[in-house]
């Protein structure tokens, strides 16, 4: 009995200190297509209403490994200086289940007349649940493996700037400013402290260049600071050849380095996939990452919208 106590409390830490590493929010490696999931100035930027689902299985063979699906709509308003967008998030890591659902409202401001620049705000709730009744191994008889350690529902609201173009955009967002305390274990005996959820601040950028009439090039990146985390920066190179084919690779520092492909199968609907190498130490315990992405546009007034789109 005691020594599953102590199995709780070590269990416990160590998914505090996963959280932490982790950086708590899901990474993806083709966040380009992902945009509106941490920045929502981007709700309404394509001039189009736009569904995209994300799924992603990270370090695939290791047992408890990250699970991430994301299903992002959004569009402009008839007024059209408005956006509006969905964002709905589905994470997992081993016994933890964290589910967000966001609204999200963009004011879009024409600077010139083929850029523009929007202010975003991002609102809604932050499901967290992880309980120790499903931890392998222990006592099935013992209370405390009966008891969840956290399983709460948290607000929260972030904000996002965004500048795009016809080539390119920039963009800076904290997606999630409010910090909350997520519960910890207390068996009477032992207390673990809360898990505290980290801010994360985003900048995003990428640009278009024309390298023949075939053949396009496009760079982008994304960098992620968090309080108590080293600074996490993707790179990416993108090649679309003939409109119809993106081919590419990526570098996740001192993570990862990825695969990535995506096909324009109509002028409205594409799909991706991506496989990541990892470098960390666990590139021995696992096979890689997987993800998968689906997008489509809805065009009702094909004379205000461009073809193809490049983020």
Do not use: C
Not at 233 to 247: G, K, M, Q, S, V
Not at 269 to 279: C, E, I, K, V
Request: no cysteine; aromatic share 12%.
């Amino acid at each position: 009995m005691r020594a599953s106590r102590n199995l709780a409390v070590i269990f416990s830490l160590l998914i505090a200190g996963a959280i932490a590493r982790a950086q708590q929010d899901p990474m993806y490696t083709m966040y380009m297509w992902n945009t509106l999931s941490v920045n929502p100035g981007y709700a309404g930027s394509s001039d189009l209403l736009t569904i995209t689902g994300l799924a992603r299985q990270q370090w695939a063979g290791l047992d408890g490994a990250p699970s991430t699906q994301t299903l992002t709509l959004h569009s402009p308003l008839r007024n059209n200086s408005l956006g509006v967008g969905l964002s709905v998030v589905h994470d997992e890591v081993g016994p933890i289940n964290n589910t967000l659902l966001f609204a999200d409202f963009a004011y879009r401001i024409r600077v010139t007349q083929n850029a523009r620049l929007a202010f975003g705000l991002k609102a809604g709730v932050d499901l967290f649940h992880a309980d120790l009744a499903s931890v392998p191994g222990t006592d099935a008889n013992d209370p405390l493996f009966q008891q969840n350690i956290g399983s709460s529902a948290k607000p929260n609201f972030g904000f996002g700037v965004y500048y795009w173009s016809h080539k390119g955009y920039l963009g800076i967002s904290a997606p999630k400013l409010m910090q909350h305390d997520l519960l910890g274990v207390d068996d009477g005996t032992v207390t673990v402290n809360a898990i505290t959820q980290k801010r994360h601040y985003f900048v995003t950028g990428g640009y278009v260049f024309t390298l023949s009439p075939a053949v396009k090039f496009r760079p982008s990146f994304l960098v992620k600071a968090v309080d108590g985390a080293p600074l996490g920066i993707d790179l990416t190179a993108n090649f679309l050849l003939a409109e119809r084919l993106w081919i590419g690779a990526a570098y996740r520092n001192e993570d990862s380095m990825a695969g990535i492909l995506a096909y324009n199968i109509t002028q409205q609907f594409r799909a991706g996939y991506s496989y990541d190498f990892t470098l960390s130490p666990l590139k021995t315990q696992q096979s890689g990452s997987h993800e998968l992405m689906l997008q489509y546009d809805f065009r009702f007034n094909k004379e205000k919208t461009l073809s193809p789109r490049y983020f």
